[in-house]
C-alpha cells in the first residue's frame, strides 16, 4: 500500500525511471540466478571471445594446427593439477602442495627406473602409491589435527620439496638416459595427427581425467557428498556425511592425479628435473579459479578448471604471437583472476 502511494505522487516520467530500474534489477537478478546454475557459461565465453580476438589480431596463424597442438602440450600438465586442485578447492580446501608432489613422483619414478634399474612398471606403480601416500598425509593432518589445509598443504610443500632434491641430489635426468634405460616413462609425450595437429597421448589423459571427475562428481553418491561437506560441513555431518573419511579420500584422490600428472610430465619434458614445473601450484589454483570453481567450496564444476587452463593457454599463446613481453601475460593472468574472482563474489552475493 505504501509503494502504491508513493508512486502515486510520482509523475509519469518518474514512473518510468521506478519501472526501468525496476525491469534492470529484474534483469540482473535472472542473470546472476543464471550463472549461479551455470556456473562454466562465464569461463566457455572468455574462451570463446580470446579465440575470436586473438585470431583477428594475429591472423589465420594463430589457428594453425601446429600453434594449437603446441598450446595443448602446454597445458596438459596443469590441466591435470588443475584437477586435482578444483576437487579440494570444491571442499572449502586448498592445496598449496600439488606441484611438489608431482615434481616428487617424478623424481622417484626417474631414480627408480634409469638410476637404480628397477623396471618401469614397479617404477611407475611405486610412484602412484607415494602420491597417494602424499595425498593421504595432507588428509591425514588436516582432519586428525583440525589444521587449516592452507598451512598444512604450505609445510608438506616444502617437505616434498626438500625430499624430492635430497633424492635427486638437485640433478635432472637426461632424455638419452631415460630412452636407453626406460621409454615407457616418456610414453604420454607421444601422440597422434589430427587435422595436421599432433595431439599428444599427454593432452587425451587431461581430458580424460577430467571426463571421469566430472562423471564421479555428478553422477555418484561420494561426488554429491563432495559438494555438501564444502557447501556446509556442520549440515554434512548431520545428514549422515562422514565428513572427516569424505576430506581425507579426497586428498588421496587428488595425490594419485598428481602421480599421474607426474607420469606426463616426464612424457612432456622429455627429462626428469627436481626443479620443473616451480610455478604449477599456483598456475593450478589459477586454472581452477578462472574456471569458475568458488574457494568458498560446494559450487562450481570440475568442467571449468578444464576452460580455465585452455584460457590460460591461449592468452598466453596469443600475447606472445602478438609480440607483447612475456611480463604483459603474467599482468594478464592476474587481472583474469581478479575479475574471476569477482564475479563469484557477485554470484554468491545474489544466490545467498
Same mark, same amino acid.
Given at each position: ?16 525511471? &521506478? ?19 551455470? %556456473? ?13 580476438? =586473438? ?9 594453425? %594446427? ?22 579440494? #578447492? ?22 627408480? @627406473? ?18 597417494? =601416500? ?16 592452507? #598451512? ?54 587431461? =581430458?580424460? &581425467? ?10 555418484? @553418491? ?18 549422515? $556425511? ?14 594419485? $592425479?598428481?602421480? #599421474? ?12 628435473? %627436481?626443479?620443473?614445473?616451480?610455478? @604449477? ?33 591461449? =592468452? ?37
Amino acid at each position: 500500500m505504501a509503494r502504491q502511494d508513493f508512486e502515486n505522487k510520482l509523475g509519469d516520467g518518474d514512473k518510468s525511471v &521506478v519501472q526501468f530500474e525496476a525491469e534492470r534489477r529484474s534483469f540482473v537478478g535472472r542473470l546472476q540466478h543464471f550463472l549461479h546454475s551455470y %556456473p562454466t557459461v562465464v569461463p566457455v565465453f572468455i574462451l570463446f571471445a580470446s579465440l575470436v580476438g =586473438f585470431g583477428l589480431v594475429v591472423g589465420g596463424k594463430f589457428f594453425h %594446427p601446429f600453434n594449437v597442438s603446441l598450446i595443448m602440450q602446454q597445458v596438459s600438465i596443469i590441466g591435470v593439477l588443475a584437477a586435482a586442485q578444483a576437487i579440494i #578447492i570444491l571442499t572449502a580446501g586448498i592445496d598449496l602442495s600439488v606441484g611438489a608432489i608431482m615434481t616428487l613422483v617424478a623424481v622417484l619414478m626417474g631414480t627408480l @627406473a634409469v638410476q637404480m634399474g628397477v623396471d618401469a612398471p614397479l617404477a611407475l606403480l611405486f610412484g602412484f602409491c607415494i602420491g597417494v =601416500f602424499c595425498g593421504a598425509l595432507n588428509g591425514f593432518l588436516i582432519t586428525r589435527f583440525k589444521l587449516p589445509p592452507f #598451512i598444512v598443504t604450505l609445510g608438506t610443500w616444502s617437505i616434498f620439496l626438500a625430499t624430492n632434491r635430497l633424492i635427486s641430489g638437485s640433478q635432472s635426468i637426461r632424455s638419452q638416459d631415460i630412452d636407453a634405460a626406460a621409454p615407457m616413462l616418456k610414453w604420454f609425450g607421444e601422440g597422434f595427427l589430427v587435422l595436421g595437429a599432433k595431439i599428444t597421448y599427454g593432452s587425451v589423459l587431461m =581430458f580424460a &581425467v577430467f571426463a571421469v571427475l566430472w562423471y564421479v562428481l555428478n553422477k555418484t @553418491a561420494w561426488g554429491r557428498h563432495v559438494y555438501a561437506v564444502g557447501d556446509d560441513v556442520e549440515a554434512a555431518e548431520l545428514s549422515g $556425511i562422514r565428513t572427516n573419511r569424505q576430506l581425507v579420500w579426497v586428498y588421496v584422490l587428488a595425490g594419485a $592425479i598428481c602421480a #599421474i600428472a607426474a607420469w606426463s610430465s616426464i612424457g612432456r619434458v622429455g627429462s626428469v628435473s %627436481p626443479n620443473a614445473f616451480a610455478e @604449477a601450484n599456483l598456475q593450478s589454483i589459477t586454472a581452477v579459479v578462472i574456471g569458475g570453481i568458488s574457494l568458498f567450496g560446494g559450487r562450481g564444476s570440475i568442467l571449468g578448471p578444464l576452460f580455465g587452463t585452455l584460457i590460460v593457454g591461449v =592468452f598466453e599463446a596469443g600475447l606472445r604471437q602478438a609480440g607483447l613481453d612475456v611480463q604483459w601475460q603474467v599482468f594478464t593472468i592476474g587481472w583474469l583472476i581478479i575479475i574471476a574472482v569477482a564475479i563469484d563474489q557477485w554470484i554468491r552475493k545474489v544466490s545467498a
